[in-house]
């Protein structure tokens, strides 16, 4: 059996689409499932594991792909691929002036022991915003399981706020990000270059509940044109739950 990735824009919102084959015959495959991965679209090449995680004869499969790390556990039959998503790591990207960019990540058992328990090592881009320059950095982290089975939580806000990607991404000459207020909130969208370089603020606001749309045509915070490349959309939301930051990649294309 193998999988195939690819992306695709489904009325707008980005998803990165996963269908699975089984041999046949001899050189020749079926499709016997497909799972989509609604609003991650992969700018650059992730991976993908198979791995039996809790030792009981079933493989999971670990996907890490645009800055998502997922476990997918099977919960289907030979020949029906039923999948469920036992843990998810998103990563923030903009933390405190500082950007993490996931690359790819494994599970690997560093401690054998009778519990055989898998670590997580994601590799990743980490950017250090400095005023003298900017620090970066290629490392890898490594996170060791608390729990069989676990699924983040999101912020308070999250219910309250909802982000989509931008479009049309990629994006010639503008872009548009769409996200939708509850009720009343702070909201800030900067633009910023892969290392963390401010381009832009867009929005600086305190905005009442409502659909919003905020134009962007790819130029800096003096009106000049920026060259192509991906740029990161961040907004920032502080609400009485606390902050709430999404981070998105637009692609712009020349």
Known sequence: EFWVLADAYYNGIGTTRITIFETDGDNSYQSVGRIDLVGVFSFYAGTMQAVDINNDGTDEV??????????LKFCGS??????????IKQNNLIVQGEFK???????YELQSNDKKEYDILISMLHVIVQPGGNLGRFVTKIYKPESVSSVADASGLLDK?????????????STNVKFILAKSTRVSIKVYTMLGKEVTTLLENLLAPGSY?????????NGALLPSGVYLITLTATGEAGNYTETIKALLLK
């Open 213 to 221: 749309t905020i134009n962007w045509e790819a130029k800096d915070s």
């Open 161 to 173: 706020l909802a982000v989509f990607h931008n479009y049309p991404n990629p994006f010639n000459p």
């Open 101 to 107: 960019i996931y690359y790819g990540a494994t599970m």
């Open 62 to 71: 670990a996907v890490c792909i645009d800055d998502n790390f997922l476990i």
């Open 78 to 87: 030979r020949g029906q691929h039923i999948y469920k998503l036992n843990y």
